[in-house]
């Protein structure tokens, strides 16, 4: 017979327990699972014993039992603290929003909102929305603060849409929706841009007697301003104190922001003067706003007269500051002053960035300064900073410019090997260079020598290859891209087809433009309202042979009805010229053709 038989072992543990006495017992306990948790079971009127009795156990510790430890705490509201500590733990290293675990936690009426507010915290927005599927599906409702940080979580993910149905089950499910609640899902709204949904909420809070708080009024500000809807920003701002709300820092540096934006430096000047009225210290924030509104617009005076300023408060400027004076420096060709605050910057061992960088890179590439510009690069790479996709297209423009077409191949290279995609400009640059040189069938080398460097061209390479050729008039070299392309086992898509027949038509290949759209109609391709646009824009001011490119494209079956229906607007833009928006030079879009009309 065994030597426990007959023996209830929980009560004995239990009772051993109470008199610090279970040590004898270990080895059961960490033999038998299941005979922990029916000794935690007894123990629940005695929380701090069991809590005691759990931690003197040698780990690891089995998660039944440590499940068992947090149901039992939860009975407890001074032991609350412990409990939410004991499952972020053991969140951390168990999948707790599994369907196999998940259930076992919803029966404690506290235990399913601290794992929500856990996985949220932790940055596992998924996690924790499954967490709240299963609480609404329990008809649980969980508490303001974890569905706030349920709301913050999808935020910072950048998962709008799930946040919005969140929140809207949140108010079916019952939850005590308060002011910080509905600041998560403002901060969503900024992050989602969706003013409009943003400023129904603040209606929804009024409505509902919840007030809004400084967090509340600087996200809507903050929205507003992202959007360029400065009017806006600024009557939230009234209200503000209409509400008894004070401006602080982040208030007034958005505002000035907005306006520094816009280039309205009078009223981002006179919001600076209010805000020093207010008795709000500006910091170096406001300071380096203002610069870069100031340098934007072309003031660079008034730039250095406040970084002045800035300085006698006894403030320093960052390098945000000094890359706002540079940029606008380099655009002005004073290179001589760049140089200066380049020492400057030294002396105060403020480091150089990215931004810096690439725009001494940029500068000196345009003015065709390629040495200097490679000096830079040398200087940055010393320093630690990788160069990114701006320092390789400033490099790149700056060779094919100055006709160093190998240099320029080689910075290509380099930025694919990188991971950096190049665009349509990248190539453009070099096309553009090689037909300089009259050198343009060197164009043809570029997929074979990409190969080499064992990066297979994508094909967006040869559509941006062949775009260029066919803008250049280069018609017969833009057709071996092509050929190329497709004996790669490459297929070309809509935008290719389209592009290459149009430069046919415009050179007077009648029949090779016949040829090309009917392959597209083969190929079941058509023209999408973007690839129209693309068109329009690009050969906006060629009306005629653009017109007739529509007649061949639509004899095939090429125009889908949402092409038609772009057309169709723009002829009756074209007889009603009120129609285009006021100030603004309209692109050449060809209404129906007159043949088909």
Request: with cysteine.
């Amino acid at each position: 017979m065994p030597p426990h038989a007959g023996v209830d072992l929980p009560r004995a543990i239990c009772a051993a327990v109470i008199k610090c006495s279970f040590k004898p017992h270990a080895h059961l306990l960490a033999a038998d699972p299941s005979l922990l948790a029916a000794v935690l079971g007894r123990l629940s009127p005695l929380p701090s014993a069991a809590l005691s009795f759990f931690r003197a156990l040698p780990p690891p510790h089995p998660l039944d039992a440590s499940l068992a430890l947090v149901r039992l705490l939860a009975a407890h509201p001074r032991h609350h603290p412990v409990a939410r500590s004991l499952l972020r733990d053991l969140s951390v290293r168990h999948p707790l929003s599994s369907p196999l675990i998940l259930p076992s936690l919803l029966a404690e009426p506290h235990v399913p909102s601290w794992l929500l507010l856990a996985l949220a915290q932790g940055g596992r927005a998924g996690d924790a929305v499954r967490v709240f599927d299963h609480m609404r599906a329990a008809r649980l409702a969980p508490d303001a603060h974890a569905c706030t940080a349920l709301l913050t979580s999808l935020a910072r993910a950048r998962m709008t849409a799930t946040a919005r149905r969140v929140f809207d089950e949140m108010g079916l499910a019952g939850v005590a929706m308060n002011t910080h609640v509905y600041n998560a899902m403002l901060h969503v709204c900024l992050k989602a841009g969706d003013a409009l949904r943003a400023e129904a909420l603040m209606t929804k809070m009024d409505a509902a007697g919840i007030p809004l708080d400084l967090f509340s009024f600087n996200t809507a500000i903050a929205l507003y301003v992202r959007k360029g809807m400065q009017y806006e920003a600024m009557c939230v701002r009234d209200r503000m104190a209409n509400d008894g709300v004070e401006a602080d820092i982040v208030t007034w540096n958005t505002v000035i922001h907005g306006m520094c934006k816009e280039g309205r430096m009078k009223e981002a000047a006179q919001l600076h003067r209010d805000m020093v009225a207010a008795g709000v210290e500006p910091d170096t924030v406001t300071y380096t706003t203002l610069v870069d509104g100031y340098c934007r617009a072309g003031d660079v005076g008034e730039a250095m007269k406040l970084r002045g300023a800035m300085e006698a408060r006894g403030m320093l400027p960052g390098v945000a500051m000094y890359n706002a004076i540079i940029r606008k420096l380099c655009e002005d060709g004073e290179m001589k002053e760049v140089n200066g605050l380049l020492s400057e910057m030294d002396e105060r061992k403020v480091k150089a960035d990215h931004v810096t960088c690439n725009t001494l890179i940029n500068s000196y590439s345009k003015k065709g300064d390629m040495p200097s510009a490679c000096k830079v690069k040398t200087r940055m790479m010393e320093s630690g900073l990788q160069l990114d996709q701006f320092t390789y297209k400033a490099l790149i423009h700056g060779f094919s410019k100055a006709k160093q077409l190998d240099e320029a191949k080689e910075a290509l290279f380099e930025m694919m090997g990188a991971g950096f995609s190049p665009n349509y400009s990248v190539f453009s640059w070099l096309v553009d260079g090689f037909y300089k040189k009259n050198n343009a069938d060197a164009v043809l080398l570029l997929p074979d020598e990409l190969m080499k460097r064992g990066l297979p061209p994508h094909k967006s390479v040869y559509r941006s290859l062949i775009r260029r050729l066919c803008k250049k008039g280069l018609v017969d070299l833009a057709q071996k891209v092509l050929d190329q392309m497709q004996g790669k086992g490459l297929e070309a898509d809509c935008l290719v087809y389209a592009t290459l027949a149009y430069a046919q038509l415009t050179a007077g290949k009648l029949a090779a433009a016949s040829d090309t759209l009917n392959d597209m109609a083969k190929k079941q391709l058509s023209v999408t309202p973007q690839i129209y646009n693309c068109l329009c824009t690009s050969y906006g001011d060629e009306k005629e042979t653009l017109n007739m490119f529509w007649v061949h494209a639509i004899e095939r079956g090429l125009i889908g009805k949402s092409v038609y229906k772009l057309m169709h607007q723009a002829r009756l833009k074209s007889l009603n010229p009120a129609v285009e928006n006021e100030g603004h030079a309209p692109v050449s879009r060809p209404g129906l053709p007159a043949s088909v009309k």
